[in-house]
C-alpha cells in the first residue's frame, strides 16, 4: 500500500471560512490518523480580504506559486462583493484560481441523510458542472470580461460553448455515471438558446456513443429545476453548462437538506481544489453557526481524488471514514442549526473527530 505523504494548502477566505476550514482541517487529520496514513503537511496561505490588507490583493503571486507545489487545496468562499475598489471590480478569488490552473470539471454531490432535514429523502445525485466557459462572464474571454455597458443604459454579455470544453466535461461526467447508477441527464435550453446549449447537448449526446453502458436523456433548465424540486432522488449524474450547474446545485444542495451540506470539487487532470458549493454566508459569519459539513465533504472529496491519482488505499480509507463519520453524526441528531438541530460549528465537528477516533 502507498503511503504517501501529502502536502496541503488551506486558504480559509471570508465570511464563515475561518471557521468551516479550520473545521474541515481538523476532520481529515483525524481521519488520516485513523486509516494510519502518514500525517497532511499544511501550508496556510493568504487569500480574500485579510490578503488585500496584508498583501495588497485579494489573491497573491506568492499564493499562486506556492499552490504550484502542493498535491490540493482547501479553499473557503470569499465575500468579493463586500472588497473596496478596485478589487471588488476584479474576477474574484474562486475564479482567478480556476481560470489560472484550468479547472475545468466542478463536481457537486447532493446527498440527503436520514433525519437530516431533506425536501426530498433518497436524493443522491452528482451535478458536473462546466467550469471555464458558459454565460459567466468572469470566465468566458482571455482578458477582460465578457459583459460590458457601451452606455450606462446599456449592458451586453455574451456566453461561449465550445465543441472541446464541452467533450472535456461530457467525459468526466460518463466516467462518473460507470461508477454511479449509469445514468445520465443533459441540462441545457436548446429551444432558445439553440446554437449554444445545443451545442451543449449535440456534443453530449456524441460522447454518449462511446458510454453505451450510460442510460440518457435531456432536458431544458426551467424544466430540470420542477423535477428536482420534487423528484431528485430519481437522478443520478447530471451535466451542464456553467451557470445552470451553479444555480441547479444550490437547489439540490437544499432539496437534500440546506446548502450547508453541498460539496464540491474543481479539478483538471493534474489539480484539485476543495471548496463548498455554498458563498461566504456574511448573514452568519463570526457566530460559530454555520454547518461546515459542506466544506468537510469537499475535503473529503479531494482525499479521494489524490487516493485515485495516487493510487493510495490508506487515503482513500480517511475520505471512506470521514463520509461515514459525517453521515453518523447527523443520524446521531446532532446537526447545525441550517438542518433543524441545535449543534454549533465546534460542537459538530467535535462529535465528527469524537466518531472518527471511534471507529
Ligand atoms: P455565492 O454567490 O458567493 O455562492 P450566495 O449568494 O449563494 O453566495 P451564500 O453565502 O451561499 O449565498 O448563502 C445563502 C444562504 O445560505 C444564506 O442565508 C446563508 O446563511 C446560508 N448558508 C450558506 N452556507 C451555509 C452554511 N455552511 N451553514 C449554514 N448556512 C449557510
Redesign the pocket.
Known sequence: MTSKQYRLGVLHGD??GPE?VPSSVDVLDAAMAAAGAPAIEWEVLPLGRSAIDSHGIAVPESTLEALEHVDGWLLG?????SYPEPHKSML?PSGTIRKHFGLFANIRPAKSYEGGNAIVADTDLVIVRENTEGFYADRNTYAGTGEFMPTPDVAIMHGIITRQATERIAHEAFKLARVRDKRLTIVHKANVLKMTTGLFRDVTREVAKQYPDVTVNDFHIDAATVHLVRRADKFDVIVTENMFG?ILS?LAG?VAG????APSLNSSDTKAMAQ?????????AGKN???????ILSSAMLLRWLGAKFDDAAVLDAADRVEAAVTRTIESGVK???MAGSADTTDFTAAVVAALAAK
Not at 77 to 81: E, K, L, N, V, Y
Not at 258 to 261: A, Q, V, Y
Not at 276 to 284: E, F, L, N, R
Not at 289 to 295: C, E, K, L, Q, T
Open positions: 465570511g464563515i468551516i468562499p470569499h465575500d468579493s462583493a474574484n451553479d444550490d437544499e440546506s446548502l450547508g451540506i463548498a458549493s455554498h458563498g461566504s454566508a456574511p448573514d452568519i453557526i454555520a454547518n461546515p459539513v459542506a466544506m447545525t442549526r441550517d
